[in-house]
C-alpha cells in the first residue's frame, strides 16, 4: 500500500520568506511523488513530479521538490514567497505497478503574510 | 489549453435521492477519473475508467456508485441513493496516458455535492 503524509494543515509565511512544505511518502516499490496546487474553487493543477529520474526537480511558479529515499520525504520548497502562493498544496503518490490510482496526502494551507 | 469541464458547479440533493455528476473530459484524453475531497479532508481516489470500463476502485466506491462513458464526450458518476457523509468536493479527471509518470492528471473544477 501507499501513502503520503504531510505535516502541517497550516503554514503560514512572509511575503518574501522560504517556504517549505513537507511531505512524507510510504511505498513498498520505487514511488512516483508529485505536488498538486489547488486554488481556492478551482481543481488540482500538477506543480512537479517525480518519476526516478534527477532527484532534485523543478516545477513551475518557482518551485522544487527534492527525493530523498533515505528520508523517504519529497519536501516542497521555494526561496522566495509571493502573494499568489497562497492555496492549498497536496503531495501525492502513486506507483509503475498501481499508475492509473494517485494517493493524496491531506493537504497543506500555504498563508502569505504581507 | 483544454479543460476538463464538470456540471453543475454546486448540486444540492435529498438524503435517498439519485444524483449525477457530468465531466466532460478532454478530447483526445484516454483515462478517466474520479476524485472526492470531504470538507477539510484529504482528495480521495474513487475510480479510474478505460475503455468503457473501470481499472481501478477504492473501497470508497461501492454498489451505490457507478460511472459511465455514455456518448464521445461525456463521462458522468451516478450515486444512486445519496447519504450525508456523501457530501463533498468531486472531482473528475483525465489524462492522455495511464502511465502517471508521462502523464499527470487534468482535473476539472470540481462538483460540490450537499446532501441534505
Known amino acids: 500500500a501507499q501513502s503520503v503524509t504531510q505535516l502541517g494543515s497550516h503554514v503560514s509565511v512572509s511575503e518574501g520568506a522560504l517556504v517549505l512544505l513537507r511531505c512524507n511518502y510510504s511505498?513498498?516499490?520505487?514511488?512516483?511523488l508529485f505536488w498538486y496546487v489547488q486554488y481556492p474553487n478551482q481543481g488540482l493543477q500538477l506543480l512537479l513530479k517525480?518519476?526516478?529520474?534527477?532527484?532534485l526537480v523543478k516545477g513551475i511558479n518557482g518551485f522544487e521538490a527534492e527525493f530523498k529515499k533515505s528520508e523517504t520525504s519529497f519536501h516542497l520548497t521555494k526561496p522566495s514567497a509571493h502573494m499568489s502562493d497562497a492555496a492549498e498544496y497536496f503531495c501525492?503518490?502513486?506507483?509503475?505497478?498501481?499508475?492509473?490510482?494517485?494517493?493524496f496526502g491531506s493537504g497543506t494551507r500555504l498563508s502569505i503574510r504581507p | 489549453e483544454p479543460e476538463v469541464t464538470q456540471t453543475p458547479s454546486h448540486q444540492v440533493t435529498q438524503m435517498g435521492q439519485e444524483v449525477i455528476l457530468h465531466c466532460v473530459p478532454i478530447?483526445?484524453?484516454?483515462?478517466f477519473y474520479w476524485y472526492r475531497q470531504i470538507l477539510g479532508q484529504k482528495v480521495e481516489f474513487l475510480v479510474s475508467?478505460?475503455?468503457?470500463?473501470?481499472?481501478?476502485k477504492s473501497e470508497i466506491f461501492d454498489d451505490q456508485f457507478s460511472v459511465e462513458r455514455p456518448d464521445g464526450s461525456n463521462f458522468t458518476l451516478k450515486i444512486r441513493s445519496t447519504k450525508l457523509e456523501d457530501s463533498a468536493m468531486y472531482f473528475c479527471a483525465s489524462s492522455p496516458e495511464m502511465e502517471a509518470a508521462n502523464s499527470p492528471l487534468h482535473f476539472g473544477n470540481g462538483t460540490r455535492l450537499t446532501v441534505t
Open positions: 511505498s513498498s516499490v520505487p514511488p512516483y
Open positions: 475508467f478505460y475503455n468503457n470500463e473501470i481499472s481501478e
Open positions: 517525480y518519476t526516478s529520474a534527477a532527484t
Open positions: 478530447s483526445n484524453h484516454l483515462y
Open positions: 501525492a503518490v502513486s506507483s509503475y505497478s498501481s499508475a492509473s490510482k494517485i494517493i
